[in-house]
Structures are given as C-alpha cells and as structure tokens.
C-alpha cells in the first residue's frame, strides 16, 4: 500500500505503471456514490402543456394555425395559358401555312394510281410477257426395257443376283450343343480334382453341432427306502405333557402302518 504523500509499488518498481485516465487525472468514481439524473432536480423542468384529443379542431395538430399549400397565389385561367402558348409558337412560323394547289383526289379502287405523284410501274403490270415454246426434254437412255413387279417375291427383278436355296436343318442347333459336348467328354481324363483340404465356414448351419464324442450318461443312483423306522435303543425320558402326546402319537401311526418324521 502507498504511504500517504508517496509512491505505488508500481511506480517505485519501474518495470509497470498504472494505465493513464481517459480524462484529465480524474480518479474513478463507482458507479454507486455518483448521482443518477442530478440535472432532473435542479431548476425549471420541461412542461409539454398537457395531452392533445385527436379531433379535426387545430388544437389536434402541431402547428398553430393551418398552414396551406399555396398561400397568396392568384387565379389561372387554363385556357388563357393555353392561348398564349399557341401565339408564342406561330410566332415562330416564316410564312403562311402550307396549302396544297388542287385538293384531295379519291381513290377509284384497288390497285390504281390515281391521284399519286408518280406513274404506272411497268414492272408491277399485270399483263402476260411473251414467252418462247415449251420443248419437251428427250427421254433418257434405256439399256434393257423395264421389268415387271415391285421386287417383293419376284426373282431376277433388283439389280443384283437372286440368292440360292440353301437347307438347314430342324435342330440344328441342338445338334451342333450335343456334338460340342460329347467331344468334351471325350478329352476328360478322370474324374474332377477334390481337394481334401478345402476350408470350411467360420459358422456352422447348425449351432448345436458337436464334433467330439459325447460323455456316457450318467444314471441317476436311486436311494433304496428303508423297511421299517429306525428305532433308538433307549428311548428318551418322558418329561412334559407335550411329549407324553407325541410318543402317543407316533405309537399310534406305527401301529397304522403309517410313518411321519417329528
């Protein structure tokens, strides 16, 4: 800690300092000793004047008084403005409008040219132009004359030769299949290699397969009954009455041919 009057431990050091202040050396004030808004307390504060009723009245709006668009004009009369355009342009005219020297001629149907500035054209007429006679071209050379039918199912008609007959058999295919196999069998020697060895699948088909013999069964040894009870050679003392009534009991079942375990 800094004595009063002197140094940090930083500034003593010399290898660090403190970062500078944004302002001008003020110290930092947190953020809950500084007032909020100081300046909403002190003096006059803003006075809207109240809430404002939507209504077609001038008290509904921002302004005052109505302001208009136009506000002093004087009245235009369109066909004044319109006159006067038409008398700025003929005043650009050299002279007098053009007038033709003989009026309009109609039309006295499609195709003539009357009332055009030019003639007939003779190009366009539609006369018939002498024409030269018309002379056949000769017939062209013929080496034989011409051969009947169409060249479906007659012979000796294209232009190439008619292909011979030629016979196939019914099965041919069948026979020739049956050939190639016999001399196949024929060039075999043996019978096909087996290997002994040859891998067999991971797992089996069967899960419960068990190459290894089998253990013999064993037989279940049965515990011959005995005949009759076993009796103690001396019997127990009598005692309690609990007792005095088991060994009646017991008595009376062996006497039955019954036997019970106590």
């Known amino acids: 800690m800094p004595v009063e009057g002197g140094k940090t431990d930083m500034e003593r050091i010399g290898l660090f300092s403190e970062m500078e202040y944004v302002t001008v050396g003020d110290k930092y004030v947190s953020q809950f000793n500084r007032p909020f808004n100081e300046a909403a307390s002190k003096n006059r504060q803003m006075l809207p004047g109240g809430s404002k009723e939507m209504s077609h009245l001038q008290a509904g709006y921002f302004d005052p008084h109505f302001v208009r668009i136009f506000e002093g004009e004087g009245y235009v009369n369109l066909n004044q403005v319109r006159r006067r355009h038409m008398m700025e342009e003929a005043k650009k005219n050299l002279g007098k409008a053009f007038l033709p020297s003989n009026g309009d001629k109609k039309l006295c149907g499609l195709g003539s040219y009357y009332g055009t500035i030019g003639r007939p054209v003779p ?29 479906y199912g007659y ?108």
């Open 123 to 151: 190009f366009f007429s539609a006369q018939s132009k002498p024409k030269e006679k018309y002379e056949p071209p000769g017939k062209n050379l013929y080496t034989n004359p011409g051969k009947k039918g169409t060249g």
């Open 155 to 262: 012979a000796n008609v294209t232009i190439g030769k008619q292909f011979s007959h030629s016979a196939d058999f019914y099965d041919a295919a069948k026979l020739n299949d049956k050939k190639e196999n016999e001399e196949h069998h024929r060039l075999l020697k043996g019978t096909p290699f087996k290997l002994n060895l040859y891998p067999r699948e991971y797992f089996d088909t069967n899960p419960y397969l068990f190459e290894k013999p089998l253990p013999p069964i064993k037989k279940a040894e049965k515990k011959e009954a005995l005949a009759n009870p076993f009796k103690p050679s001396s019997p127990g003392k009598k005692g309690t009455k609990y007792e005095e009534l088991q060994d009646c009991f017991s008595t009376v079942l062996l006497a039955s041919g019954r036997q019970i375990a106590v």
